[in-house]
């Protein structure tokens, strides 16, 4: 039986219709990488691509780029208009419940010469709805997670200016939240000043992790909830949006005074991060080298074993881009590229320090240390007198 | 390097720890579908098992539960301790960002003599981790989704209870909504009006998607913006809480007048659920044979083709649980399960109707039709002498 089909659908769009330089790119990287085709779920990824982002419930669906540079979308009837309208000119294959997904699965890849090749699959596309293609569809799936942040990963000169205005705006607002914290605030406090300072100076959204005295020693820590005391580690991970490029900065304080260990790690902390930036400026471009750089420095003090992440990771319209800056990923920095440079020493009950830039590559080469204008002296703060 | 792990975690615990329970009834399970273990991530599935649902950012996690009862955890160093206070007396494997987590997962599936086998993936398990695996680990996973949902399919009598509970809530809530619709509103405004009530008549939580005239023809309608307006099609789908167990029903009226179409449909739809309730009635328990008596009365009123949904859906502590009630479905009510009876008649731009009851299967082996005592007669609403 032919089923009605949605015709529109009460979503939000998240952009303006397709991406054409963004899909060119994408084709381009299906390609180098080997692969006959790409399946990429709802999730930003797809928004960057196409400009919508449907409900994603547990019913399968994704769109479906090949490696000559045709797509297609296979999803339940329930989205199939949707999608339709917002692919115009494109195939939407669409699924009934009563069915199950795989045979207009099939169909659609049998459509496109798919059968027998190769998938790579972005990173929201759920283990349980691929396996069962696998054992029905003789298909072959690889992941290709970074293959989505690859096509964003070279920031253009306007997207590298709006990244510029918000880390910008982050540095001028934490300079005007410093003089504001003071023992006895709660670090939720401390967050609502600092994103109140983010949004007046322009920014679309703001948001900040204030990890205070112990908390500070958990990297992830993401509470705010404890109420700052005399003698705290204080540290601060905020970040803003500018036309939707973000910033990521880290600062860490000592409130009111500071203990000798304390003074130690900041110092070997800074250290750190001053290490990655002169391998930078040294000419530097191996992305271990640059982890090694930075890690070396604290393995050295004495405190390795408290440095559990990551040196850093990429930045742009989402978070945590590409590329990671690990000792595994091999690769080379590029012009364009933007990421963080965030050593971490974390003392689970003790406390914690992490100093984070947000840098970029720039087309000549070189690279800029887009928060260089925030201090990473190390800054007693709250005293009455400031 | 041994790094130091992360002692502890400020994340919201979901709950008071393992649920000996379902995991006693989760191993069983492992077996009786021919599992060696099974791999559950961070979801309401882990939550409702070990009572705690820790951060899932792209770092590969989860649990792995075997058929011989045993558990382990996998994660980054990032979650290390904070799941070894969550799980104390079992093995938590944790992998440093610098070297990925395929070394670490080969050794716990090894360490557990999980190498050759095979193993079940939750929903929430992400592809592009698996196939990682899958490549580098000798390993077979296949989809087992409903297989965390397996364990909870039967609800106790105290469960029962708190359902019963939470859908009497509803039902008042309701007949309190009724004589407050008039055109005018917004349909946020009927939303929060029932909202209400149902938080004022002890519901832990509500919500509510409001559908009228137009809006009404799209099954997945979600925005609740417009203004109710004379002769509306006004369809509500409404949920709320009590003791963590939900309740979900869908009534759908007139604004002051209709038509000679709506009141067809309507009538077509309200016969097409009593024929599932007396399928029900008449002892019929396999699921395809519910679908089937629903939906036959719409397609053969000459409206198939607008019923685009599967009958009905699983119901408990999430609003979608199994058992799917739909045509694919081959299996068997049985005694505890709960779940919605809910045709439609979906005309995108025009208008829909949908009419959704809530039911149990008792212990007795007879059911239970919890929303019941709501009215499925055609109800003309918003008339001033109302």
């Given amino acids: 039986m032919k089923r009605q089909r949605q015709k529109k659908h009460a979503c939000v769009r998240t952009g303006v219709g397709m991406n054409q330089i963004y899909f060119d790119r994408l084709v381009k990287e299906i390609e180098r990488q080997g692969l006959d085709a790409m399946l990429i779920a709802p999730s930003p990824d797809l928004g960057f691509l196409i400009g919508h982002v449907p409900l994603f419930c547990l019913r399968f669906q994704g769109l479906f780029v090949t490696r ?29 419940d009563g069915d199950g997904f795989i045979e207009t699965t099939r169909q659609a890849l049998s459509e496109h010469g798919l059968i027998g090749k190769t998938i790579g699959v972005s990173s929201a596309v759920r283990a349980f709805n691929l396996l069962e293609i696998m054992e029905k569809i003789d298909v072959r799936f690889v992941s290709a997670r970074e293959l989505c942040a690859e096509i964003r990963i070279r920031k253009t ?43 007046a100076l322009g920014a679309e959204a703001g948001s900040a992790m204030v990890a205070s005295g112990p908390n500070s020693g958990f990297a992830h820590y993401n509470s705010n909830t404890r109420q700052l005391q005399k003698g705290d580690t204080v540290l601060i991970d905020y970040a803003c949006v500018y036309r939707g490029m973000l910033s990521d900065i880290t600062r860490t304080f000592f409130l009111e005074e500071h203990g000798e260990r304390q003074k130690e790690v900041y110092e070997l902390v800074k250290k750190s991060v001053l290490a990655a930036e002169q391998a930078l400026a040294d000419g530097e471009r191996w992305i271990p080298a640059i982890d090694r750089a930075a890690r070396r420095v604290i393995e050295e003090g004495g405190y390795g074993t408290y440095f559990t992440t990551r040196l850093g990771h990429g930045l742009g319209y989402m978070p945590h881009e590409s590329p990671d800056i690990k000792q595994n990923n091999e690769r080379y920095l590029e012009p364009g590229m933007a990421f963080t440079i965030e050593p971490g020493i974390y003392m689970p009950d003790e406390f914690g320090v992490r100093i984070e830039d947000c840098l970029i590559m720039t087309p000549e080469g070189g690279f800029s240390i887009l928060s260089g204008g925030l201090s990473k002296d190390c800054r007693v703060i709250g005293r009455a007198e400031a």
Avoid at 71 to 95: H, I
Avoid at 183 to 188: D, N, Q, S, T
Wanted: hydrophobic share 40%.
């Fill in 68 to 96: 000559e540079g045709d797509c297609f979308y296979v999803c339940n009837l329930l989205t199939a208009d949707e999608m339709r309208e917002v692919l115009p000119n494109k195939k939407v294959y669409s699924w009934f």
């Fill in 157 to 199: 000169p306007e997207e590298a200016s709006h990244m510029n205005r918000a880390v910008q705006i982050a540095v001028e607002a934490m300079e005007r939240t410093i003089p504001q914290i003071r023992a006895g605030l709660y670090e939720k406090d401390v967050q609502d000043i600092l994103v109140g300072h983010m949004r």
